[in-house]
């Protein structure tokens, strides 16, 4: 399965915007629609966003719409995540993986990284 890292985290505050990266080791990466989960401390892991093979097509959790922009460098192995208009219902840890399918919201493996900090507070 796919190794997955996962940088660009930090602390910003309200209305601030951070680009989280997603660096996947093997030559596969290609192959496989990606997604981007967070947890909040004292929550389940939610699905944020997730991206086609292509990166043509895109699915995102109704909070996050207009707010986030989900890419993929299919030459770099590298998937991104653009949080723009940050709000404090932000702050989680972020992980990257592969998902089932753009629209499942599911990840395909209960493997995960070590995801990136983000926190969002004045």
């Known amino acids: 399965q796919l190794q997955v890292a996962e940088s660009g985290g930090g602390l910003v505050q309200p209305g601030d915007s951070l680009r989280l990266s997603c660096v996947a080791s093997?030559?596969?990466?290609?192959?496989?629609?990606m997604g981007w989960f967070r947890q909040s401390p004292g929550k389940e892991r939610e699905f944020v966003a997730a991206?086609?093979?292509?990166?043509?097509?895109?699915h995102y959790v109704d909070s996050v719409k207009d707010r986030f922009t989900i890419s993929r460098d299919n030459a770099k192995n590298t998937m991104y995540l653009q949080m723009n208009n940050l709000k404090p219902e932000d702050t989680a840890v972020y992980y990257c993986?592969?998902?089932?399918?753009?629209?499942?919201?599911?990840?395909?493996?209960?493997?995960w990284g070590q995801g990136t900090q983000v926190t969002v507070s004045e």
């Open positions: 993986t592969t998902v089932t399918t753009v629209n499942s919201e599911q990840a395909r493996y209960d493997y």
């Open positions: 093997g030559r596969t990466f290609s192959s496989y629609p």
């Open positions: 991206i086609a093979t292509t990166g043509l097509y895109f």
